[in-house]
């Protein structure tokens, strides 16, 4: 299937789904200038990505913005920062570092040593980029002109998640936060008993008109984030009774029809949220982890 056009969801606001992986690269313009959110999933993909764009757009990239630091949207990031003279500062969360050193690298290793499921790609030319403008803090960034307002959250789909909100057009940039190819995806470095928390905190500051630029999948708006809340509280709730009712990682793992996601989602989520469970002092109480303020 053909990588689709370059279409505008909300004003001067771009959005490209490439094939692979259903990933969606936004583009922010402002007078001659482009703010890129994600950069593709190799070095290969970020020249085609800015093939692409000068295109599509006769402006340049001056920043770009990397929502999380999961591979598909981080491994491009070399094809637009790496250079000391040409390349554009990279934003993103500022625990992305970390992340990149625990799970992508590792991650890359194993692909070096394997092929990573696609022997095409040469994975010798990655270089790991991570961001050189690290956000602890909601922070606004300027492109021609216009207002793009960064901000980092709390763990959930990772602990590096950073939203983007475009307020003159109503837009947000939200990359895995919410998943709108298919169910809620349980990666590496995820904390599903605080994804409620997460995607609940995104959905106070969504209003009714705004669209929201998934990392996968169509645009939605706010109602469909309310309704991905309302499932991740279900599932964290049904993971802490699993626990506390003393059900093992393996068990609710062969018992997987009793669960809402599909197994090879389930497996990281259960382990992971167990893990905690285990870990943690005493298990909080079985209620909802968040309470939208405006569930519509
Ligand atoms: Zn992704």
Not at 155 to 161: A, K, L, N, Q, V
Not at 213 to 220: E, Y
Not at 235 to 249: E, M, N
Request: net charge negative; hydrophobic share 40%; with cysteine.
């Amino acid at each position: 299937m053909p990588d689709s056009q370059w279409v505008e969801v909300a004003p001067e606001v771009f959005v490209r789904a490439y094939d692979h992986l259903q990933l969606n690269i936004t583009v922010v313009r402002g007078c001659d200038d482009l703010l890129l959110v994600d950069s593709r999933s190799s070095p290969t993909e970020g020249i085609e990505l800015k093939t692409d764009l000068a295109e599509f757009l006769p402006a340049q990239v001056r920043m770009l913005v990397n929502t999380h630091a999961h591979f598909d949207h981080t491994f491009g990031n070399q094809s637009f920062g790496s250079d000391p003279i040409e390349g554009v500062p990279i934003y993103g969360h500022h625990r992305l570092p970390a992340h990149l050193d625990s799970y992508e690298r590792p991650r890359l290793a194993a692909w070096r040593a394997d092929g990573g499921g696609e022997p095409d790609r040469d994975w010798d030319d990655l270089r790991i980029t991570p961001p050189n403008r690290l956000v602890a803090s909601s922070q606004t960034v300027r492109v021609g002109g216009r207002t793009v307002l960064l901000h980092p959250l709390g763990p959930g789909h990772t602990d590096t998640d950073l939203v983007l909100h475009v307020p003159d057009a109503r837009a947000w940039i939200v990359g895995d936060v919410v998943e709108a190819s298919g169910p809620p995806m349980f990666g590496s470095g995820c904390f599903p008993l605080e994804l409620p928390n997460q995607l609940g905190s995104l959905l106070a500051d969504l209003d009714e008109t705004d669209i929201v630029v998934p990392g996968h999948g169509p645009v939605v708006d706010r109602a469909f984030v309310a309704s991905q809340l309302a499932e991740v509280e279900r599932f964290a709730q049904q993971l802490r009774l699993a626990h506390r009712s003393g059900d093992s990682v393996e068990r609710v793992l062969a018992d997987h029809d009793r669960w809402p996601f599909p197994a090879e989602g389930l497996e990281l989520a259960v382990r992971r949220a167990f893990a905690h469970l285990d870990t943690a002092e005493s298990d909080p109480p079985v209620i909802p982890a968040h309470t939208p303020p405006r569930r519509t």
